[in-house]
Structures are given as C-alpha cells and as structure tokens.
Nanobody, 114 residues
Framework: QVQLVESGGGLVQAGGSLALSCATSGSIFRFNAMGWYRQAPGKQRELVARITTAGTTNYADSVKGRFTISRDNAKNTVYLQMNSLKPEDTAVYYC????????WGQGTQVTVSS
C-alpha cells in the first residue's frame, strides 16, 4: 500500500514562508519522479512542482521563483519550501508520484492571509 504523509502546513501571512514535508514508502519513492500538488476550494487539483529521481525540477508558472522542491533519497522524503506566499497559494497540498497515481494522502492545509 502506498504511504504518503504530508506535514508542515499552517496559517501564514502574505509574504511569509512554509516548509512542507512528505514521507513516503521507499517502494514508490526510489523509482519515481515525485510532485507536489494543490487543490484550492472549488478548483481542480493541480501539479505545482515536480522532481525526477535524478533531481531535475520543474515548476508551474504560478510558483516559479518562489517554491523549491527537493528530495532526500536516504529518508524517502520530498520537501517543498514555499517563500513569498500569496493568498492565492491557499490550498490543501499533497505529494504523489507523477505517473500511475492510485491513491492520495490526507494532504496538509496551507492558508495565506492577506
């Protein structure tokens, strides 16, 4: 069974920072590109950052230059450093593989106040 446990969300003022973590089972982490997704109320879930097994990263235009995705292969953990947060970043954030998604974790709520 896939294990995805997101943490680190919270309430922050605009311009602030948060650091998210996602602990995964080694079986999915080791061989897969990983991504951070988010879903705002009334909107579809979207991919905001991705990282390959080799460490190559890509970002959605809306977060480019503000968010940084990274992974620790020894800890089977993927991270998302979020800086210069905006109210429009408010959403539930999830991590998952890029291909072959079969289930989701509980996510972590990020709320950015103006």
């Amino acid at each position: 069974q896939v294990q995805l446990v997101e943490s680190g969300g919270g309430l922050v003022q605009a311009g602030g920072s948060l650091a998210l973590s996602c602990a995964t089972s080694g079986s999915i982490f080791r061989f897969n590109a990983m991504g951070w997704y988010r879903q705002a109320p009334g909107k579809q879930r979207e991919l905001v950052a991705r990282i390959t097994t080799a460490g190559t990263t890509n970002y959605a235009d809306s977060v480019k230059g503000r968010f940084t995705i990274s992974r620790d292969n020894a800890k089977n953990t993927v991270y998302l450093q979020m800086n210069s947060l905006k109210p429009e970043d408010t959403a539930v954030y999830y991590c998952n593989v890029i291909r072959g998604i079969t289930s989701w974790g509980q996510g972590t709520q990020v709320t950015v106040s103006s």
